[in-house]
């Protein structure tokens, strides 16, 4: 099992960004994907998950401003968020099949 996230940046209060994970090593279209996250000096934190009938729950800090999808022929999950503010500035990490990524880091900064 292999899962690389990409996409994260510095950005701007208020603005968005799009973040992927690509995945390998096993039958992604049949498994819960997740997103989770890990601010400096704070414990990681569930973000969102999606089914793999595309069901999506998100943790309350995040709800409408952040939408995890996912694309099974691309074997890709994506978590898009908008509105962003400091208190995102953390390392993603995707979540699949027991694995986890290497995470991507995103700061929310002007």
């Known amino acids: 099992v292999h899962l690389v996230e990409s996409g994260g940046a510095l950005v701007q209060p208020g603005g968005s960004l799009r973040l992927s994970c690509t995945a390998s090593?096993?039958?992604?279209?049949?498994?819960?994907m997740s997103w989770y996250r890990q601010a400096p000096g704070k414990e990681r934190e569930f973000v969102a998950w999606i089914s793999s009938t595309e069901a999506a729950s998100y943790a309350e800090s995040v709800k409408g401003r952040f939408t995890i999808s996912r694309d099974n022929a691309k074997r890709t999950v994506y978590l898009q968020m908008k509105s962003l503010k400091s208190e995102d500035t953390a390392v993603y990490y995707c979540?699949?099949?027991?694995?986890w990524g290497q995470g991507t880091q995103v700061t929310v900064s002007s």
């Open positions: 090593g096993f039958t992604f279209s049949t498994y819960v």
């Open positions: 979540f699949g099949a027991r694995n």
